[in-house]
C-alpha cells in the first residue's frame, strides 16, 4: 500500500464493510455475495469480488487463504491469530501465546509489515459431536 490509489465512494462496499465488521465467521465471497443480495438485488457476484480487492487494498479486510476451501475475509485489522478446523472447515479468531514481532521492526534484517499464526485442528463443536 505503498500509493494506495483513490476510490470513488460506493454504497455496496460501504455495506460489505459493515456486514464483515459484524461478521465473526470470517466469511467467503460467495457468503457475502448472497447476503448482500438481500440489500441490492441486482449485485454481481464479480461486484462482490471487485469491493472486496478494493477493501483490502485500502487496509480495510484481509483475505485469510484457505488451503481446503475458498478466501475468506476479514475486517478485523487487529493482530490476531486463526484456528483452522480440519473436520468442518471453520475458521475462528484465537488468542495465542505466540510471540509477536512489532510492525516495522527488523527480523534477519527483514523489515516487518505483517504477521499471521495459523492453528490447524479439530474445533470444540466438532470434538462434542465426536463423543
Same mark, same amino acid.
Given at each position: 500500500m505503498n500509493n494506495p490509489r %483513490?476510490?470513488?465512494y460506493s454504497r455496496q462496499r460501504e455495506k460489505i464493510l459493515a456486514f464483515l465488521k459484524d461478521s465473526k465467521d470470517h466469511p467467503s465471497a460467495d457468503e457475502i455475495y448472497g447476503k448482500m443480495k438481500e440489500h441490492f438485488p441486482s449485485? @454481481? %457476484?464479480g461486484t462482490v469480488y471487485r469491493n472486496l480487492g478494493v477493501l483490502h487494498e485500502q487496509g480495510h479486510v484481509n483475505r485469510i487463504i $484457505?488451503? /481446503?476451501g475458498p478466501d475468506r475475509f476479514? =475486517?478485523?485489522m *487487529? =493482530? $490476531?491469530s486463526h484456528f483452522y478446523c480440519e473436520k468442518c472447515g471453520m475458521i475462528y479468531d484465537i /488468542? @495465542?501465546?505466540s510471540k509477536a514481532i512489532p510492525t516495522g521492526k527488523l %527480523?534477519?534484517?527483514h523489515r516487518i509489515n505483517k504477521q499471521t499464526t @495459523? *492453528? *490447524?485442528g479439530i474445533c470444540d463443536t466438532c470434538l462434542k459431536k465426536s463423543h
Open positions: %483513490l476510490f470513488r449485485i @454481481s %457476484l $484457505h488451503a /481446503e476479514d =475486517a478485523d *487487529y =493482530a $490476531h /488468542e @495465542s501465546d %527480523l534477519n534484517g @495459523s *492453528y *490447524y
